[in-house]
């Protein structure tokens, strides 16, 4: 279903065990996070366990908001635009989700205030360097508890002496290897076999992966993006299954013109 702003207006809310006003959308089969600015952020925990959502952005100005749950979703990657309207969160639950790439975790980074972070059950915690790229990145080291384990700091020092020249203390080649964009985040964007031919754009199949060259422009269309808004566009595009084949501005206008040139994700 989606989330009109009738809808959202009108979501329960409660109060949780931790005493905190939790809005409840969970279970809903949600493809797309929006419209919550219509509960005007009156509430501390934001609940979107249990639905459809592949990309963890389009989150208005919520300085009020400390955690979020999206455990079981489709979530392969997370908006570069959502850390600075959710500066005071603490905790993020992303229990089985899709997130393949340390780099799609680099949003994190700017979320200073983040002291809880679960990742089990996506496809980066079998990273070789999993835990030690987040205890560095996220957050900006100050991260206290991963997957449920308390950080100790041991792993800290370990984190560092393997991402940090100590000559110059800065990120080594390691690290900014770990942090390159790639293809594989996009790489579990499932969607609808729905066609518009009024649009003219082609809608991908349920549960099929996009070719090599279909993920590298999905990524540069959202590493090229310059506004929030354009984001949001390209969120919205991608979890109805379009894949832009030319670049932002293309993707973004040409879709809202009926004439942006889309592929068809096929399955064989």
Known sequence: MRLTPDYVSKAPSHLNPLKERELELRGLQIPVI???????????????????????GNIPNSPRLTAIHAAQNQISSISPSLPPNIPNLVTLVLTNNAISSLATLLPLET??????????????????????????????????VLDYERIKDSLRESSRKLLIDPSTELPNSLAHQLSIPTTSASSALTSSTISSKSTGTIKGGKGRLMTPDEKRRVVEALTNAK?????????????????????????????????AKIEEVNGS
């Open 34 to 56: 929006e419209n919550l600015a219509s509960h005007q952020g009156s509430y501390d925990t934001l609940n979107l366990t249990d639905n459809s959502i592949t990309v963890l």
């Open 111 to 144: 979320l200073t205030s983040l002291r809880h972070l679960v990742l089990r059950g996506n496809p980066v915690t079998q990273h070789e360097h999993y835990k030690e790229f987040v205890v560095w990145k996220v957050a900006k080291g100050n991260l206290h």
């Open 227 to 259: 506004t929030s808004e354009e984001v949001r566009k390209l969120e919205r595009m991608l979890a109805d299954g379009i894949v832009p084949e030319g670049g932002v501005e293309e993707a973004v206008n040409g879709n809202e013109n009926g004439e």
